[in-house]
């Protein structure tokens, strides 16, 4: 069964940093397709970014808002995804799920995981 | 971005009618549509991928249709466990928006 577990979430002060986790079990992480999306009361739900895999050389994408801000990345070794937030603003307060993709580059998404809450004041 | 819009963005029914949440996007894409259900607290939970294909272990009550820029999710019976907001998504073009979300209650 595919588990994502999320970690690192909490309270941040606007313009701060916070870094996320995502650890998965039961399917073979480094052929994965891996994303962040948030979720937050006013914007709903929002595709944040994708890390592909190492045939893919592992590139990122990133949706505006907070291109140059976050970064994205993985650690195949140890079945992980991260997230590094810096500059925090008011409007990124959301939960941050980890997902993986389908299969084939269709980038939808297919497992989720709990979530995290990250909360931003200004 | 491609826009996507629900309607309705609520829908009241009772256990055993038939619903149908539609979706539109503001350009065309194919049928590279996904439609979730998220329950209160949860995560959402992928129900089907290119606008009609059922993902595995979702009942066939469930079904999608559509292409281009109008799609549909219909549930042919209502059950108590289907109660929840629905949300559509494209995944045609980078980046892949959502739907702002229909809430179904009784």
């Known amino acids: 069964e595919v588990q994502l577990v999320e970690s690192g979430g909490g309270p941040v002060d606007g313009g701060g940093s916070l870094r996320l986790s995502c650890g998965s079990f039961?399917?073979?992480?480094?052929?994965?397709?891996m994303s962040w999306v948030r979720q937050s009361p006013g914007k709903g739900l929002e595709w944040v970014a994708r890390i592909k895999t190492k045939p893919e050389g592992w590139t990122t994408d990133y949706a505006a808002p907070v291109k140059g801000r976050f970064t994205i990345w993985r650690d195949d070794s140890k079945n992980m995804m991260f997230l590094q937030m810096n500059s925090l603003r008011t409007e990124d307060t959301a939960v941050y799920f980890c997902?993986?993709?389908?299969?084939?580059?269709?980038?939808?998404?297919?497992?989720w995981g709990q979530g995290t809450l990250v909360s931003v004041s200004s | 971005d491609i826009q996507m819009t629900q309607s309705p963005s609520t829908l009241s029914a009772s256990i055993g009618d038939r619903v149908t949440i539609t979706c539109w996007a503001s350009h065309t894409i194919s049928s590279w549509l996904a439609w979730y259900q998220q329950r209160p607290g949860k995560a959402p939970k992928l129900l089907i991928f290119?606008?009609?294909t059922l993902e595995g272990g979702v009942p066939s009550r469930f079904s999608g249709g559509g292409f281009g820029t109008e799609f549909t999710l219909t549930i042919s019976s209502l059950q108590p466990d289907d109660f929840a907001t629905y949300y559509c998504q494209q995944y045609s073009t980078y980046p892949y928006t959502f739907g702002q979300g229909t809430k179904l209650e009784i």
């Open positions: 039961g399917f073979t992480f480094s052929n994965t397709w």
């Open positions: 997902t993986t993709e389908a299969p084939g580059g269709a980038c939808y998404f297919r497992s």
């Open positions: 290119k606008a009609s």
